[in-house]
């Protein structure tokens, strides 16, 4: 059993910047890669960011468009901690972020699908 426990969410005024953190535990942690997906009111949870975990692209990031040059994930190993660094926050940034950990294959690195550990969820609101 894997558990996802975030943390770092809050209010913050658009141009700012704020810093996710998600920490696994568990007796078996074999995920491949974890990373970050949101979702805002209305919307379909969409990919944020994904960090490899193990294999020839351990550490190789992804990113979506439309967080690309505005996120930076980062990892400690030791910790099994991911941290998704976020700035120049807009309005539409705001949702719920979950935190996902699994083993995807490349087709579904930044699909839902590829992910079967997840976080409870923390709310990210930037106000205008």
């Known amino acids: 059993q894997v558990q996802l426990l975030e943390s770092g969410g809050g209010t913050v005024q658009a141009g700012g910047s704020l810093r996710l953190s998600c920490r696994a535990s568990?007796?078996?942690?074999?995920?491949?890669?974890m990373g970050w997906f949101r979702q805002a009111p209305g919307k379909d949870r969409e990919f944020v960011a994904t960090i490899r975990w193990s294999g020839g692209s351990y550490g190789n990031t992804y990113y979506a468009d439309s967080v690309k040059g505005r996120a930076s994930l980062s990892r400690d190993r030791a910790i099994n901690t991911i941290y998704l660094d976020m700035s120049n926050l807009k309005p539409e940034d705001t949702a719920v972020y979950y935190c996902?950990?699994?083993?995807?294959?490349?087709?579904?690195?930044?699909?839902?699908?590829?992910?079967?550990?997840w976080g409870q969820g923390t709310q990210v609101t930037v106000s205008s």
């Open positions: 996902a950990a699994g083993r995807p294959i490349t087709s579904t690195l930044a699909t839902q699908r590829g992910y079967g550990y």
């Open positions: 568990g007796s078996s942690f074999g995920a491949h890669a």
